[in-house]
Nanobody, 125 residues
Framework: VQLVESGGGLVQPGGSLRLSCAAS??????????IHWVRQAPGKGLEWVSS????????DYADCVKGRCTIARDNAKNTVYLQMNSLQSQATDLYYC?????????????????RGQGTQVTVSS
C-alpha cells in the first residue's frame, strides 16, 4: 500500500488549501477501515485532524478544525481530500495521510497500518 500526499504549500492567514491523498495497493470504497489525516510539527506530538470511513460516508473532525475543514473520498480516483479553509498560523504542520484498520486515533504514527510521506502546510503572511 502506498499513500501519496500533495497539495500543501505556503498560504496566507485566512487562505485555503486542499490536500490530496492518492492511494495505490488498496481500493477505497471497499472493506472496513478508516483513512485519517494527522499532523505533526517538529518536536511536537502527533495530532489527529480528521478521518473518513473507507466505504461509508461517516467522517469526523478534531475540535480545532471543525467547521473549517471538510474531508471527502473519491472512489473513482482512489483519493481522499482534506479541504482546509480560514487557515491560521496554528495550522502550520506536516500533514500525513494514514490508514488504520482498527477503530482508534493513535497518538503514535507507528500505530497506523500505512502512512504517506506527508505534505507541508505553512500559514504565514
Amino acid at each position: 500500500v502506498q499513500l501519496v500526499e500533495s497539495g500543501g504549500g505556503l498560504v496566507q492567514p485566512g487562505g485555503s488549501l486542499r490536500l490530496s491523498c492518492a492511494a495505490s495497493g488498496i481500493i477505497f470504497g471497499y472493506g472496513y477501515y478508516y483513512i485519517h489525516w494527522v499532523r505533526q510539527a517538529p518536536g511536537k506530538g502527533l495530532e489527529w485532524v480528521s478521518s473518513i470511513a473507507s466505504s461509508a460516508g461517516n467522517s469526523d473532525y478534531a475540535d480545532c478544525v471543525k467547521g473549517r475543514c471538510t474531508i471527502a473520498r473519491d472512489n473513482a480516483k482512489n483519493t481522499v481530500y482534506l479541504q482546509m479553509n480560514s487557515l491560521q498560523s496554528q495550522a502550520t504542520d506536516l500533514y500525513y495521510c494514514a490508514i488504520k484498520f482498527a477503530v482508534g486515533r493513535p497518538a503514535n504514527m507507528a500505530a497506523y497500518d500505512y502512512r504517506g510521506q506527508g505534505t507541508q502546510v505553512t500559514v504565514s503572511s
